[in-house]
């Protein structure tokens, strides 16, 4: 849509939330060892609201992001950018899986 609108000055951004506490969260009955459990999920280990992406969404219609267009801004503390807690590699298991470009034909 980015590119089938950007000609006509349309800019095309989502937000993508994660797993916030919203008001309707709450009136489902999530229990505090459920709210801690989502938080241990995300890398910045805090539990986001619906104004978390509210901003975000506010940020997208600014003059500051007139020249973004075609985002998926995902909104989740971090959860889409890898898990939490995972554990680093060993350099060795990292050599292992680097390409080798001298072997390349380019």
């Given at each position: 849509m980015a590119a089938q609108h950007g000609p006509e000055n349309i800019r095309v951004n989502c937000v993508a939330p994660g797993m916030?506490?919203?008001p309707m969260v709450r009136g489902r009955g999530l229990s505090d060892e459920m709210r801690k459990a989502r938080v241990g999920q995300n890398l910045m280990k805090t539990e986001g609201d619906a104004w978390d992406i509210g901003y975000a969404?506010?940020?997208t219609c600014?003059?500051?992001a007139r020249w973004i267009t075609g985002l998926i801004m995902p909104v989740d503390a971090g959860t889409t950018a890898g898990k939490a807690g995972r554990p680093a590699l060993k350099a060795d298991t990292l050599a292992e899986t680097n390409f080798d470009a001298s072997n390349s034909k380019l």
């Open positions: 916030v506490y919203t969404i506010r940020f600014s003059r500051e």
